[in-house]
């Protein structure tokens, strides 16, 4: 594997990428100011343009200092909002000292060109323009875009890289959704060790510095009697996030950018990396502060020999011991951001309704897919589907325009993989045989280790050539990816 560690920076003169300027444990500190929104960049007159720029810059995490990298010097990125129907000009600039890309997580928009590329690669100092067009018909909802350039993606967002894309849309029309207090959470960690040995990489590197839109314990608002609208996203490298708050549940209205049929209530949600979703809360607690928590969660780990030592009902994180493969050793909630009442609002309701969630058409062509791990000569241990190493020269999957297909995804290996489709939202049907409990729209779905699920894609609109992948992106980068062309 191409290490490419971010404290080699040192040669270019940028200073040292995520060097330790910041102790460890810096994830519980007194609430800040309300959540931080980074800059905002709207469509006018049906174009969203606007520069951006890709660079190593100091950014200030938990009121302390780090060289992190950031597009436009912020942490996220630029929020960018358009409609469906609008045209989006970006014009990129790499000033990083490595090639670079742009991937649109979540839109559907064509996978060539200088659309949704991820076979095109920037250099250190270039500038590309990007531009495509949002359909009529896209589901209005939470993207994200990142980096997506193969061996390069992993390090460049656990550097920092990434921002939330919103595009507006009917959902955003339901009266009680309309009057509920919109906030924006960008869930990342952040690495301030020096650096990440090969078996991080294996687990999939979490970091110590967890924040939400770039700050350590913040506090969002909702008004008493009211709702509050979260939009959250998980841009994290590999951390998952088992989310609660307390004495609140959960409404649950829309997943990776797409509206359910109704809300529905859950007690606590589960976000894999690259997942998003929306929930609404009610405000009908006495008046106080409540704390958003991460639950602690096992996603597996491995022993030297690759046999699996969960612990039962993953709830706990995996002990650590002699050659393991840890992903993390987080064993009592976490507090991630501070939900606080503010003024008085007149009482309201949930939406009765969302948006319709049309059941697909019975499927063409079905598929088998295996994601598993193991040794590959002259290339150590990688991650596998259908038990091969990622190969960019390789398709690995052709499929055939205004085709609706099931893929049956096996997760045969000791560790969790959330399995993203660019390109294609789908449903997910089952999952271990059984029917999901509610109808949605999806690009990333977990697979648990030793569960399989089935996925039904319609493939419209775009031919051309994409991939599928782990979104722990430290498994991506160690070949759990593969290539799919579609056609016309």
Same mark, same amino acid.
């Given at each position: 594997m191409r290490r490419r560690q971010l404290l080699a920076l040192c040669a270019s003169g940028a200073g040292a990428v995520l060097l330790s300027r910041c102790s460890r444990g810096q994830t519980q500190s007194s609430p800040q100011s309300q959540v931080n929104l980074p800059k905002l960049h709207t469509s006018t007159n049906g174009l969203l343009k606007l520069d951006l720029e890709a660079s190593v810059r100091q950014i200030n995490l938990g009121n302390r200092?780090? @060289?992190?990298?950031?597009?436009?010097?912020?942490?996220? $990125?630029? +929020?960018?909002?358009?409609?469906?129907? %609008?045209?989006?000009r970006i014009q990129f600039q790499n000033n990083l000292p490595?090639?670079?890309?742009?991937?649109?997580?979540?839109?559907?928009?064509?996978?060539?060109?200088?659309? /949704?590329?991820?076979?095109?690669?920037?250099?250190?100092?270039?500038? #590309?323009?990007?531009?495509?067009?949002?359909?009529?018909?896209?589901? $209005?909802?939470?993207?994200?875009?990142?980096?997506?350039?193969? $061996?390069?993606?992993? /390090?460049?967002?656990?550097?920092?890289?990434?921002?939330?894309?919103?595009?507006?849309g009917p959902l955003d029309e339901i009266p009680e959704i309309q009057a509920a207090e919109e906030s924006f959470l960008f869930l990342k960690d952040f690495v301030v060790e020096q650096d990440q040995p090969m078996m991080g990489r294996m687990a999939g590197r979490e970091g110590d510095l967890v924040t939400v839109n770039g700050q350590v314990n913040p506090s969002f608002s909702i008004p008493a009697g009211g709702l509050a609208r979260l939009r959250l996203v998980n841009a994290s490298n590999a951390r998952f996030y088992r989310l609660a708050l307390e004495k609140h549940p959960f409404y649950l209205i829309s997943t990776d950018g797409h509206p359910l049929s109704v809300p529905v209530e859950m007690s606590e949600l589960l976000l894999s990396p690259g997942e998003r979703a929306e929930v609404l809360v009610r405000g009908e607690q006495e008046p106080g502060e409540y704390r958003l928590l991460d639950l602690p969660y096992s996603r597996g780990q491995m022993g030297m020999m690759g046999q699996n030592r969960r612990r039962p009902?993953?709830?706990?994180?995996?002990? +650590?011991?002699?050659?393991?493969?840890?992903?993390?050793?987080?064993?009592?909630?976490?507090? *991630?951001?501070?939900?606080?009442?503010?003024?008085?609002?007149?009482? &309201?309701?949930?939406?009765?309704?969302?948006?319709?969630? %049309?059941?697909?058409?019975?499927?063409?062509?079905? +598929?088998?897919?295996?994601?598993?791990?193991?040794?590959?000569?002259? &290339?150590?241990?990688?991650?596998?589907?259908? $038990?091969?190493?990622?190969?960019? &020269? +390789?398709? @690995?999957?052709?499929?055939? *325009?205004?085709?609706?297909?099931?893929?049956?995804?096996?997760?045969?290996? #000791?560790? /969790?993989?959330?399995?993203?489709?660019?390109?294609?939202?789908?449903?997910?049907?089952?999952r271990n045989g059984k029917p999901e409990p509610y109808r949605t729209w999806k690009d990333t779905v977990l697979i648990p280790t030793g569960e399989t699920v089935r996925i039904r894609i319609p493939f419209k609109d775009y031919p051309g050539k994409t991939v599928y992948h782990c979104h722990i992106l430290d498994h991506e980068e160690l070949g759990m990816m593969g290539t799919i062309e579609m056609k016309g």
């Open positions: 200092t780090v @060289d992190l990298l950031a597009y436009n010097g912020q942490i996220p $990125g630029p +929020r960018l909002e358009a409609q469906p129907g %609008d045209t989006v490595d090639p670079t890309n742009l991937h649109y997580h979540g839109l559907h928009i064509p996978p060539t060109g200088n659309a /949704d590329n991820v076979f095109l690669s920037v250099g250190s100092g270039e500038q #590309v323009t990007y531009e495509f067009s949002i359909p009529q018909t896209h589901s $209005g909802g939470l993207a994200y875009y990142h980096p997506h350039l193969h $061996g390069y993606v992993a /390090d460049q967002i656990l550097g920092g890289l990434g921002g939330i894309f919103i595009v507006r009902g993953m709830m706990g994180r995996g002990h +650590r011991g002699p050659g393991m493969m840890h992903p993390n050793n987080q064993d009592s909630p976490q507090t *991630l951001a501070i939900l606080s009442y503010s003024g008085q609002a007149e009482p &309201q309701s949930l939406p009765p309704k969302l948006l319709p969630v %049309d059941a697909l058409a019975a499927p063409t062509t079905e +598929r088998k897919f295996a994601l598993n791990h193991g040794m590959v000569p002259g &290339q150590g241990m990688v991650f596998l589907i259908n $038990g091969k190493s990622f190969d960019p &020269q +390789r398709i @690995d999957t052709e499929v055939a *325009l205004d085709t609706i297909e099931d893929w049956e995804i096996a997760n045969t290996g #000791v560790m /969790d993989h959330p399995f993203h489709l660019h390109t294609n939202p789908f449903q997910v049907i089952a």
